[in-house]
Structure formats: C-alpha cells, structure tokens
C-alpha cells in the first residue's frame, strides 16, 4: 500500500517517521544504532538508517502510559454508566412531568440522582484534566 503512494508522498511520511523517532532519541527513550545492513537502492545509501531500541527510561515510559491508559478506561466505564442512568432518570422526568399530578418523592429522587451523577461526570472532568496537565507538564 506504501508502495503506491507516490514518490514525494513517501518521501514526507519517511521524513515524518524519522523526526519522532529523533525526537525519542532526543528524550532517551529509544537508542539509535547504525544500521549496517547492506544497502539495496541508491536512496538507501544516502539516506541515514538507523536500528531503534526501546531503553530503559523509554520502557518506563510505555508501562507509565499503559498505566495511564488503564486508568482512563476505568474511567470512560465509570462515565458511560453515569451516561446511562442520566438518561434512564430523564426518561423518568419526563414520564412524571406527563402526569396529572407527578409524586413528588419520585421526581425529587429522579432530580437528586441526576444531580448525583452530572456531580461525579464533573469530578472526572476535573480529575482527568488534571492528569493531563501533570502529563504534559513531566513530558515536557
């Protein structure tokens, strides 16, 4: 698939590839070897090639954001629950606001659990936003 993209278009994506991988290099999260296969193409001896290994420091990297990333899927579950009983108890608001004359223990225990679950949508809100931030700021 590569293949058929044309030259110049190739050309960007191997430079694209190239500055993160420097940029990994620059971080030390991967270490750059000389490749020193034997080269097949013209452009392959003028181009620089270059054999990345992951380091310590960039496995300690990976299993951060793996970690990070287990978290967040937590979360999301957490989220798409909350989303579900927002709308079963709007739902229910809207069936008693239908009636004549709506219970008023049931529509005040429909409005504090909607309340209850837009306070912890908030909470996460908050919570992820600060992992992000603390994110950026020790990768930076």
Do not use: C
């Amino acid at each position: 698939m590569h293949a058929a993209l044309p030259a110049d278009i190739r050309r960007a994506e191997l430079d694209a590839v190239a500055g993160v991988l420097d940029k990994l290099v620059g971080w030390g999260n991967l270490r750059a070897d000389p490749d020193t296969a034997r080269v097949t193409a013209v452009e392959d001896f003028y181009r620089k090639r270059f054999i990345h290994q992951l380091t310590r420091d960039g496995e300690a990297a990976e299993e951060a954001l793996s970690a990070y990333d287990e978290a967040l899927g937590r979360r999301g579950a957490l989220q798409a629950v909350a989303l579900h009983d927002i709308v079963t108890q709007l739902r229910a608001l809207l069936a008693l606001a239908a009636e004549e004359e709506p219970d008023p223990a049931k529509t005040h225990l429909a409005l504090d659990v909607l309340a209850s679950r837009f306070a912890a949508l908030a909470d996460h809100a908050r919570a992820f936003m600060s992992q992000r931030r603390a994110l950026r700021h020790s990768t930076s």
